[in-house]
């Protein structure tokens, strides 16, 4: 059975850092393309990190330079280094794997608000 579990989310002040943390079971983190998403209010969700298990990564325009997509092998752990949050960044954001089918974490709320 796949588990994504988020964790690290919360209020922050724009220019701040956040790092979200994926916890997975029922899968090697490192032998499958990781996504992160998200989605803000009456938004569609969108992608903001790739990471295959090759180790390449991947970002949308909107947070290259900023977001960094990573992996703990040993902990079978994916997370989102997000600095110089703007408060556009504000969403629920999920960890996304793909094997035979699409499994979804329950999602982590990141609020940039001063």
């Known amino acids: 059975q796949v588990q994504l579990v988020e964790s690290g989310g919360g209020l922050v002040q724009p220019g701040g850092s956040l790092r979200l943390s994926c916890a997975a079971s029922g899968i090697i983190v490192s032998s499958n393309t990781m996504r992160w998403y998200r989605q803000a209010p009456g938004k569609e969700r969108e992608w903001v990190a790739i990471?295959?298990?090759?180790?390449?990564?991947n970002y949308p325009e909107s947070v290259k330079g900023r977001f960094t997509i990573s992996r703990d092998n040993a902990k079978n752990t994916v997370y989102l280094q997000m600095n110089s949050l703007k408060p556009e960044d504000t969403a629920v954001y999920y960890c996304?794997?793909?094997?035979?089918?699409?499994?979804w974490g329950q999602g982590t709320q990141v609020t940039v608000s001063s």
């Open positions: 996304n794997v793909f094997t035979s089918r699409s499994y």
């Open positions: 990471m295959s298990s090759g180790g390449d990564t």
